[in-house]
Structure formats: C-alpha cells, structure tokens
C-alpha cells in the first residue's frame, strides 16, 4: 500500500493533533499549537508550556495534562487543574509518559470523533540518551495504539517511523532543511529501496554495522519513496 | 570470556585507565578539561576542533590536540589554521561512505600503534545531541568501531554516555561515584534474543519469552532497563550482562556533571 503523509504539512492542510514532551520548546510551537485541533502535554512536557507562555496562558491551555507526574511542578500542575485542564494520572511504569498520552490521545480523539490526519510530537529528540530512545520506541508501540502517523519534532530533527511497505514523502513544502537519512533502528531491513534522495538505494540492506542513510539530501523531484520490508526510521531536517 | 569495563573511571581525578580522547562536533562539556589533561592522545574530528578553539580562548596553548581529522567541511578556516601553525597534524580523510568520527578513529589507532602506546579505552566526546541522523551516526561508528580497534570507545555528552556491548558476558563497574540515577540497555540494530542482567533494579533474565517480537525488542523501560515479561530486582554493586546470541546493546549509565 502507498500511504502518503507529509511530514511538515501541519502547516497547509492536514488535521493535527499536538503532543508536547518534556523538552525546551521550539519557535514553530505557537504556529503549531493554533493549528492543532487537540493539544496535550506529557508530564514536564506542562512546565516548557508553562514557562515559554508566561503573560498569555490562557491562549495556551491544553486539553489534558498525563503522566505520572514525576516531573510536572506541582504549581504548574495546579495552575492548568484551576483552568479546567484535564489532569488524568498515568502511573504504569511499564511504559513511557509519551506512550501513555498517545492512548489517552487516541481515546480523546475517538470519543469526539475527530477527523484526524496526523499526530505531531514536540521534543523527545534531545536530552537523557535513553529518554531519546524511548521516544523512538514509543514510535514502534505507535501502531497498536493509533493508525495515525505519529511525528516527533524537536529543534532541525523531525522523525517518522516507516512500516514495511511503500512509502511517499512530499518533501516540497518549502521547510525542509537540508538533510535526511534512514535509519534501520530496531533491527536490519534486508531491501530498502528509495528515490527522490541524493543518494538512493536499490533493494539494498540496512543495518547498524552495515549501512545507515545519514547525512543524506535530496535529488529536488520534491517527492521520496521508500520502500522497506522492516520498520525503518526516516528522519529530515527542517529549516529554521 | 567476561569483558569488564568501569566506562565512568576516565572521569575520576583518580582513574587508572589509559584513554584516547576524541572531540566531535558538539559544545564541549566541563568535564573536558579534566578528560583532557589526562589522556594520552587527542584528536579532533572536523568541526569539533571549533568547539576546542572556542572554550580554550585565552589558553589555546594549553589545548593543542595532536591532529585534527576530517573532510574539513565544517572547521572554520581561521580555526584550521590556528591549529596548523602551532604543529598540530591536519589530516584529510575525504572519504564520503563514512562519517568524520569513524574516519577519526581509523587515524587515531595508526598512531596508536606508530607510537607504540598501551591504551585502555577511547573517550568521545559529543556525538549524543544535535542532528537526529548525526547522533544515530554516532551509534553507527559504535558498530564499525571494533573493525577499527580493540579498544573500547565510549562516547559522552552533558549527563549521558553510551557504549556498545558485543555478544558475550559484560562487567560494568559502576561503582566510581560519577553514577548518575539512570541506566538503560537500547537493543538497537537489532532484537537481542538473550539478555541477562545483575546489578539493575529490573533485571533481565533469558531467554526471551518471544524472541521474535521485534516491537516489544525495541521498547525501552522508562527507568532503567530495557524492558520485558521478565524482570527481577536484584542488588548488587557489579552488574554483568550475558548474552547467548547476537547482542547488540547500548548502555548507558548517567554523568554527574564534574
């Protein structure tokens, strides 16, 4: 099957729902907030919003706050409990802030029957090397929690899990930066083949200690297909 | 064969260990002064000598590394050429298929070898923030590294450090102090089908109750382990970890900032 997202679309046409971890947030946060049709934090994700909208907070009220909360200020907590914030507490340990958000997430969309195309992650990609890995895990846990492609953005980096399958990026909004790669994390993938990119690869292997795509660009056709028999990361750069 | 490492020793005023010291393309740390001092050789992979040149002002000369390698498409010229004139060996490696660390690491072994140095460890530094596609590359090198050298390399930055565990049995000492409250296992590359662990409040025990579920593989546990159906607490000062088939790992115990 081709399935067609557009990773930087959220700012044209496509129907979003926002998520926000727990890392600094970038400048295109407040372009993406007004956008999203649902916004919600996981955990300290509520004290970067807290603290990067001090004077204009009410425009900037999430739908829900989850988590276990370990890392929320209990002021920060309180001050979006006051303003009628869902607080919903997701302790299981055995997962991760950002997966137990997603479920929450994909609930809340569900129960409003929202027509969403696309969930867009903010940070997750910087800090604590293993709270990094845990956001690209989360990606792989993805599917059994939502059919809707799950984005993660944070600073240049933007990163988006392919499932076997083919696949069309439309790489032609005008914000892509100027980098990309595909990376086989969570186990080789014997026959990767792509277009579009600078350097393609034809039914070829990817494997840490083999080959990874990094630092890789585009050949400018706007539009790159992948096409992968395993789970395989695919990661751009967008331009400031 | 049980390979013991205390990856954190290169940290201590007090370490034993012989180390190499490798700075790539990332604002260097506090504890770089520390690590330099200490090392035997030091080198600096493209851009990264911009970050040497910047946080040595005043003191450059304290601070001269014994070569600069890379394909030079991001060192500044006036910092190239600062570190030209003072002696320090300007070593082009153009080759396009890999990246400036591993091309880094292929010149520091010869000279280890040329000179003839008994040497423990190499230490990175940087590599774990930045472009998402760069930080994965350092990953990368982790995995061409052991075609490269039979040292261990391990890379650092800010409060976190990573290092690959072969297939095989691992002892980690960590026991330095420098501990920092984290620690994980991140199968990446591939699922590990067999992991045992000692020494970590979940631990691991083999075999894997479904080796073959690459999603549950890759799913790490928010506190410290890798995570599956399978874990214990046990506490114990040493950790060893065992794997009975194909293992690749990271782990990756957390810096107290120095």
Redesign the interface.
């Known amino acids: 099957a081709c399935k067609r997202p557009h990773p930087l679309d959220p700012s044209r046409s496509l129907k979003y729902c926002l998520v926000i971890l727990n890392q600094p947030l970038d400048k295109c946060f407040r372009h993406l907030w007004h956008k999203a049709l649902l916004r919600a934090c996981a955990d300290g994700g509520a004290n970067h919003l807290y603290d990067v909208t001090e004077g204009e907070r009410e425009s900037f009220l999430p739908e829900f706050i989850s988590g276990d909360f370990d890392s929320i200020r209990p002021e920060v907590r309180e001050h979006y409990a006051i303003k009628g914030c869902e607080i919903i507490s997701t302790p299981d ?5 950002f997966t137990k958000c997603l479920e929450v997430l994909q609930k809340k969309i569900e129960e409003k029957d929202l027509q969403v195309d696309m969930i867009v992650t903010l940070g997750g ?6 709270q ?3 956001s ?2 989360t990606l ?2 993805a599917p ?1 929690i939502t059919s809707l492609p799950v984005i993660i953005i944070q ?5 988006y899990l392919l499932q076997p399958g083919k696949h069309k990026l439309h790489v032609d909004t005008g914000m892509e930066g100027d ?3 595909l ?6 993938c014997n026959q990767v083949t792509t277009t579009g990119l600078k350097w393609n690869l034809t039914h070829q292997m990817l ?3 083999t080959l ?1 795509s ?3 660009t585009y050949d400018g056709s706007g539009v790159v297909t992948v096409e992968t028999d ?2 395989l ?1 695919w ?1 751009m ?1 967008i331009k400031n």
């Open positions: 340990q055995d997962h991760t802030d990609l910087a800090g604590r090397f293993d990094i890995m845990a690209v895990s792989f846990q059994q600073e240049e980096s933007l990163i980098w990309c790669g990376i086989p994390v969570g186990q080789p494997g840490f200690g990874v990094t630092s890789n395993h789970p990361l990661t750069a």
